[in-house]
């Protein structure tokens, strides 16, 4: 269950903005990416209000669009004057670090998805509070994963896989033993 909420609040903290160019998913918005991730968690901790379990992802690419409704949802005008603020200084539009934030999240949901079918099994034998969070984190993922099948090209996924281990590395502080057992298991599961 940890895990489930674990995925979607890594999910959420890494939502929060691309215009339509060809592609947002390089090595070079990557490192920018990561440089502004120590400032946009001390951002949502500053705004702990908000509640990604009510996200209703529309079908569509346009990620302005689903940077304006989400954060309409989720987050209070303070919320949203302060994550725009930081992704001014850090040269990102709030499009282009949606489309990022998502589409870098995509590996970690194809490693959720096993853990989903174990935990939708499970869902029967859960006090009925808890099932009915369960239920709708697993459908919060499931939209997201649907959303990324139908807007990533399969250079970007090709991408984001030879990308996903500095990624991982720079955010969990893997050593070099680490991540090549961590990019084995990628390989494997592909």
Known sequence: ??????AVGCLLSLFIGATQA???????NLQRYLTMLPEMEALEARFPEVDSSTLELQS????????????????????????EQLL?????????YTE???????TS???????????????EYMPAEE???????????KQITTLLNQCMTNAEK???????????QQMMGMDEESMQQFEQLLQQMQ
């Open 100 to 106: 990022l934030s998502f589409k870098f999240a995509w």
């Open 158 to 168: 090709e991408t984001i896989t030879k990308l996903t281990g500095e990624l991982m």
């Open 1 to 6: 269950m940890k895990v489930m909420n674990l």
């Open 22 to 28: 060809s592609t947002v998913v390089t090595k070079q």
């Open 60 to 83: 569509h690419c346009n990620w302005q669009r689903h940077y304006d409704t989400t954060l309409s949802k989720l987050a209070t005008t303070e919320h949203r004057r302060a994550l």
């Open 88 to 96: 001014k200084q850090h040269n990102f539009t709030p499009a282009e």
């Open 131 to 141: 099932r009915a969070e369960q239920e709708a984190e697993m459908h919060n993922l």
């Open 109 to 123: 949901l194809q490693m959720v998805e096993p853990m989903m079918e174990m935990m939708q099994q499970m869902l």
